[in-house]
């Protein structure tokens, strides 16, 4: 906007709009105005003229004097004696000269016409410019000629400089006098008052700077120099939060391969059916000392269990072989201090090959998992003491765990054959498998209901009711049927299948508050076993050979808690500069968790190289490749089953062959808490794996599968920390008071109050703005401090 003349005085408000900065003596009309604005563009030219001409006398100078000799040095000192007093002279009838000439500009420029003022102002200006210039140039001729030492030219260099020390000061002391006639600037190109000020002082003619050709010095400080931090450390107010943080994902790979021997009671290999494994550790739980731990020694056994077919059918169509392999690595991982780590081991591979005979190697790939609870303690930053600042709080949720228990629940069970079902006569292989069914958790106790499942692999009685011990040759098995007349195919005990399951209930005491925002539940039933029991043994059953259940299962209950805390962000001074340290904090907290059942079922065909089946012996499967997504209010799963069958065909030897299958699953559960974006966890169980015989040549097999799924949120803030005051000479300079912002992209309350400080309120009481909608890019905001 620019002020046109409309028949009155502008006052200083409608001066500073327009964009007008005029000096006070200059105020009489607008003609004037511009009159001397003309004089004053030709008064810098002539100023450059001369300060051009007194560089070519310094260029003249220093050359000269750099040959000088030191004869010269005694006339050198006085010549620079005479030449500060006749400065000193030189500058005073200048500024008298200087003076007058002012008082003729402002006589004039009340009387004249506007070209007479023009001519008027010009005339006089360059004659006192043309004055001043020819008796500088009269009084450099004799330095150059004189100046011929170096000692000499330091000297006078160095009294050049104080001289230019005192015109800076000089200068300082002409801005200093004058006041501006508003503290508004337009801080869209950020023009503080200070260089409002300065625009001024080049714009008014009586400033004596104008008219000496030393170049204008700029008084600038570096700030790091002169800054210095004043501590804030027994002033600050915080506030405490203490939780347990838990730690997932941490995990790594454990490559194991051992030769096995085939113990000598056992029949000589001929081919491996199958191979599979269970793995735990020696330590279920490690503990880190004050430092924590960098590395982390993790020992543990693995049992494998061996299916092969001997070289000789002998007394048994498939033979087992149980093996201990330990194992031990030193992980390199950090643990916190004093925190306690959980390690779940689980065979990711297993691969096999036949050696001879009487040898055999197993490869296997272990990963070992890491659970870590961490006890956390955060200082919370809230204010300091006596001074009046402006903070910016968020409110995040943090999980903490409320009570973590374990407790043992002891298992002797029985477990019936189904009719018309073989009867057994040793236990070849068996599968358990312990899973949750439902929870009840109150402040008082945990009432846990789950199912074990148990698969188990097992040679039927011979058709005379003898078991046939595995230490028989086959020498001695070949004679034994002779002797009786049975074929050999006869005596052979056929291998047999038995699925069974326990339902059980596990109460665990609790002493918690009713707050509770999730839990999880984990079974260990590595401790349990399976035996054939004779059932006649008890008086409360019924006579015949069963299976008995035995062991203990370690239940472990996590309950989570979910804790709001306010922390402070972001923070200033109104009047003090303010800095400190952010350290960067990710909170994870628990929106909600589900549960669902789904199925899976596939049709395998018989491999034509099988022939025709005559039955399946044993099953057995792995969850593997899952998947988690989450959407809005629900959480999606997916992934396959690896499932191993072991069958019979039905050929004359009765051959035993494995066949492999995927059955891919997904289902989804619904979560009130879940959000896209979230971090959605699951648990997965195979509750049962059974198949159904279609004909010969097919196999239905079909998954029932347990889903457990929880939704974490994360957050990511900044904790304030080490807040320190800082202090430089620039603190006592006034700012300005009132500004004229217009907005930026991404630019808030908060990040406009901060620039400016002052306080969100009172840019939204000052614009009439609604603090809860954002600002329009582009928006001029009037800011008044």
């Not at 408000?13 to 004037?32: F, M, V």
């Not at 043309?130 to 030492?149: D, M, T, Y």
């Not at 292989?429 to 439902?438: L, W």
């Not at 202090?727 to 907005?743: H, P």
Request: contains cysteine; proline residues 4%.
């Amino acid at each position: 906007m620019r002020y046109e003349d409309d028949g009155f005085d502008p006052t200083p408000y409608d001066r500073i709009l327009s964009g007008i900065h005029t000096p006070k003596r200059a105020a009489a009309n607008a003609e004037d105005i511009d009159a001397y604005r003309a004089a004053r563009e030709n008064s810098e030219i002539q100023r450059d003229i001369q300060e051009e001409s007194l560089s070519q006398i310094d260029d003249e100078m220093v050359p000269k004097a750099a040959s000088a000799g030191a004869s010269m040095e005694i006339a050198a000192e006085e010549y620079a004696q005479d030449f500060e007093e006749d400065f000193e002279a030189a500058d005073t009838d200048f500024a008298e000269t200087d003076g007058d000439i002012e008082a003729e500009i402002d006589s004039e420029l009340a009387a004249e016409t506007d070209s007479e003022l023009a001519e008027t102002v010009e005339t006089a200006a360059d004659k006192e410019l043309a004055e001043a210039e020819s008796e500088l140039e009269e009084r450099a001729e004799p330095v150059s000629a004189a100046i011929e030492n170096d000692k000499m030219q330091e000297e006078s260099l160095s009294q050049i400089d104080d001289y230019d020390d005192e015109i800076k000061d000089k200068n300082a002391e002409a801005v200093d006098e004058i006041t501006p006639e508003s503290d508004i600037a337009d801080m869209d190109t950020e023009i503080s008052e200070e260089e409002a000020v300065a625009n001024k002082a080049e714009n008014t003619e009586t400033d004596a700077e104008d008219y000496i050709s030393s170049p204008k010095i700029e008084d600038k400080t570096d700030d790091k120099e002169t800054a210095s931090k004043i501590s804030l450390d027994n002033l600050l107010i915080a506030n405490e939060l203490n939780f347990t943080e838990i730690r997932d994902g941490e995990s790594t790979r454990v490559y194991i391969e051992e030769d096995i021997l085939v113990p000598d009671i056992k029949p000589d290999m001929a081919k491996i059916l199958s191979m599979d494994g269970s793995v735990k550790c020696a330590d279920k739980e490690i503990k880190s000392g004050q430092k924590g731990e960098d590395r982390i020694k993790v020992t543990g056994d693995i049992t494998l269990e061996t299916i092969y077919i001997p070289e000789k059918p002998a007394a048994e169509p498939i033979v087992t072989i149980q093996s201990r392999i330990p194992f031990r690595t030193d992980w390199g991982i950090s643990t916190a201090p004093f925190s306690s780590a959980v390690i779940k081991p689980v065979i990711e591979s297993i691969d096999y090959m036949v050696i001879n005979e009487r040898k055999f190697r197993a490869k296997l790939t272990v990963v070992l998992t890491m659970r870590e609870y961490a006890g956390r303690y955060l200082e919370l930053f809230e204010g300091i003491r006596g001074e009046d600042i402006e903070v910016l709080k968020e409110k995040i949720n943090i999980t903490d765990i409320l009570t973590k228990k374990k407790d043992v629940l002891d298992i002797e069970e029985n477990m019936l054959l189904k009719e018309n079902s073989p009867m057994p006569g040793r236990i070849l292989k068996y599968g358990i498998n312990v899973v949750e069914n439902h929870k009840q958790i109150t402040p008082e106790k945990a009432v846990i209901n789950g199912t074990v499942y148990c698969n188990i692999l097992y040679l039927a009685e011979s058709p005379e009711d003898e078991i046939i011990e595995t230490s028989m040759e086959a020498e001695d098995f070949m004679d034994e049927t002779a002797e009786t007349g049975a074929s050999a195919a006869a005596l052979i005990p056929d291998p047999a299948f038995y699925q069974g399951k326990i339902e059980f209930t596990q109460f665990i005491p609790l002493d918690i508050d009713d707050t509770q925002s999730g839990s999880r539940i984990t079974f260990d039933g590595s401790d349990l076993s399976v035996r054939i029991k004779n059932f006649s043994e008890d008086d409360d059953e019924a006579s015949g050979i069963g299976f008995a259940l035995e062991g203990s299962i370690n239940t472990s209950i996590e309950i989570y808690k979910n804790v709001e805390a306010e922390i402070v962000t972001d923070v200033y001074h109104n009047e003090k500069e303010l800095a400190y340290d952010s350290e960067p904090f990710t909170a994870k907290a628990i929106a909600g968790s589900g549960v669902t059942e789904l199925s899976a079922r596939e049709i395998i065909n018989i491999p034509a190289q099988y022939g025709d089946i005559e039955q399946v012996i044993y099953i057995s499967g792995k969850v593997q490749n899952v998947e988690c997504t989450v959407e809005n209010g629900k959480e999606t799963v997916s992934g396959v089953i690896d499932a191993e069958l072991l069958a019979i065909a039905a050929d004359e030897e009765k051959t035993p062959f494995k066949m492999q299958h995927s059955l891919p699953f997904r289902g989804s559960m619904d979560i009130s808490g879940a959000k896209a974006g979230m971090i959605a966890e699951s648990d997965i169980y195979v509750k049962e794996l059974w198949f159904d015989k279609i004909n010969n040549k097919q196999i239905e097999v079909n998954a029932g599968i347990l889903a457990l799924g929880t939704v974490s949120g994360h957050e990511t803030c900044s904790l304030i920390k080490n807040p320190v005051f800082i202090q430089n000479e620039n603190d006592g300079k006034r700012k300005a008071s009132m500004i004229i912002y217009i907005s930026r992209p991404q630019d808030d309350l908060w990040t406009i109050a901060k620039k400016f400080r002052t306080t969100r309120e009172r840019i939204s009481r000052i614009n009439g703005l609604d603090p809860d909608k954002a600002i329009s890019e582009g928006s001029k905001l009037l800011i008044i401090k």
